[in-house]
């Protein structure tokens, strides 16, 4: 449920109680006990609460939870972005299984692991696992260490005779083993009740083992072979039990500390989001009123050096905006009548009054952190071998263990049952998959916040894996090499039509197309103050022109391949279109009932990065090809001047489609780059998608990168960034394979005829902490590298 769907009117939530008796909570909608010890009282009517946290909130602001008219034409009903995370809209996810998912906390059924918010609280409260594992860690070290002194030096101290020592340590370790770990116990018999071992099964069973045979050998020794005893009493492992359970909840405590970490990047861009907004009433006053306050149609004042609160246009005033938060973008923007403005950047200087257009959820901040936690809680490819591989390996160190233990039993020296104990705990423990099992969410997590705060968007952890693969880039022209904002160059006539005429013609029928070039024309038409005619019909979508009916007459307005598909003879303007396509100017031909009327030229500068980012892409094997709905002319002159050798011109989008399935056909990665919605085809098809921010919603839904400022160096980014992922990635799986290939069979015990020595439990403990929390603080590098 949504922040702004728990604000309860006051009159009806006054008795709002579900079947059992209980209230809902006002802050977030959840259902209270009557007996719930988070009360607070306003103009006589008692409220209840989930937790002191919503108590607080309601406490600082009642006005916003209670009186709330139902219709209040002021609040925003979409979902506002400080509600992404909040209490009672949270949704929980495992890390490891990320198609777990459920409304409350808890531990992954699948390997116990403890569930994250999808969707992280920017005022997050200190994890409660993470304090109740420290409460007992500590609480619990001293008696961990004193059984761990007395197991290694007691004897030689002669501290206690005989037995007594046993009854001590028992005394020492069972407070440890009990209290301290029945965390890890209970996520053991949750592993077998679901029939999913993982590493929950292998300490607890590892744990008991150690435990129970050291309980046994205290209580009821004469119930043991002779050869079990030494110096007047069996040997006991209270202090393997002891140490495996205090090292398992240090190594729980520094994974999580880290695991904490990968969501800062989700908390910096809630973070960015402005928490009031001014509002300018129809009567001129202006108000402050909640960021969840504003609705489509506001015009908001945004004063120097504050936020812009949503995204809209700019109404009056001109100013520098600093986007770089959102886009990596280093330099302000300046921001004029009619340009758009992104909410949450920064307004440098000069009073801005704008409108908002989009509001909570459709704003692009609100979009990008859905799109971050999406990409975050993705599986790679790559973990689809760990996944297969864990599946079977819990299952196969449970049967080395007990071979390991009946092998020493039956075929070692006098005390060989102590000794395959021993190792049979050692394998279960050293053994235990969860580096495995880390080796890429933590990679993934942290490269996607990484990426984000960078202006780029991974839709899924299979975009980054396959990025770094792609060894051919195909881009379209207009928005992507472009700067995709036109500047209207010229009309002229042919035949009996004025250029005027033309310019009036193309911009009336242009009114209904959202293409960059059509936005030129209309623009131009509409500041010359031509008086412009509502289509009659309106068609679009070739990716060669448009086609409709203005003022009763048919008209193609498009390149050399409308014309002709139109049966239209473009020859009389040919010469002239070539010349100016010769200087990289985009032409576009306007045919009236099927005769040629003129042409438009419009120019499209190229984007400053562009060639930077061309000349980048070539020197790490990236074959750059551009592919465009524009004249093949203007293509080249383009193409010419930024190093590219390939180029496609009046390409419809089944060709980009086709030439990008060719591509592949000959074995090629393709990255298909481009803006539009006739791009959207072949980004589809490309191996990786990759949309400019600044172009349609189609293209962002087809692709699987988005760059949110829709520059060519953003691919230079996300490439980088994806090569030290995949690294990172096989880093991890690397370690994780190779220290279990090597643990386990020191753990069994395999060197013991050559050294004398076996591998103690409590270093096999050490060592598996250390393992997991190694995988997931070599994953937090990447929040490090440089990918400018």
Known sequence: MHSTQCHLDHDHSKHQEDQHGSQHDPVCGMAVKPDSQFTESHEGQTYRFCSAKCQEKFRADPTRYVHRPQHDEHINHETPLTALGASGSAEYTCPMHPEIRQPQPGNCPICGMTLEAVIPELEEEENSELKDFSRRFWWTLPLTIIVTVLAMAGHSLTLFHGATQNWVELALATPVTLWGGWVFFARGIDSIRHRSPNMWTLIGL???????????????????????????????????????????????????????????????????????????????????????????????????????????????????????????????VTKRVGDTLIGATMNTHGSLVMQAQKVGADTMLSQIVQMVARAQRSKAPMQRMADAVAGYFVLGVIAIAILTFFGWGLFGPESGWVFGLINAVAVLIIACPCALGLATPMSVMVSTGKAATSGVLFRDASAIENLCKIDTLIVDKTGTLTEGRPVFHSAEGAGPFEPNEVLRLAASLDQGSEHPLAHAIVDYARTQGIELSKPDSFESGSGIGVRGQVEGRQLQLGNTALMADAGVDATPLSNRAEQLRLEGISIVFLAVDGVLAGLLAVSDPIKPTSKQAVTRLQEVNVKVIMATGDGLTTARAVARELGIEEVHGEVKPQDKEKLVADLQSYGRRVAMAGDGINDAPALARADVGIAMGTGTDVAMNSAQVTLVKGDLMGILRARTLSVATVKNMRQNLAFAFIYNAMGIPLAAGVLYPLTGHLLSPMIAALAMSVSSASVVFNALRLRKIRID
């Open 206 to 332: 590892g744990t008991v083992a150690a435990y129970l045979y050291s309980v046994a050998a205290t209580l009821v020794p004469q119930q043991f072979p002779q050869a079990f005893f030494q110096d007047g009493r069996i040997g006991v492992y209270f202090e393997a039990a002891a140490v495996i359970i205090s090292l398992t909840l240090l190594g729980q405590i520094l994974e999580l500390k880290a695991r904490s970490q990968t969501s800062a990047a989700i908390k910096s861009l809630l973070g960015l989001a402005p928490k009031t907004a001014r509002r300018i009433k129809p009567d001129g006053q202006e108000e402050d009123v909640p960021l969840t306050h504003v609705h489509l149609g506001d015009h908001l004042r945004v004063r120097p050096g504050e936020k812009v609160p949503v995204d809209g246009t700019v109404l009056e005033g001109e100013s520098a905006v600093d986007e770089a938060m959102l886009t990596g973008e280093p330099l302000p």
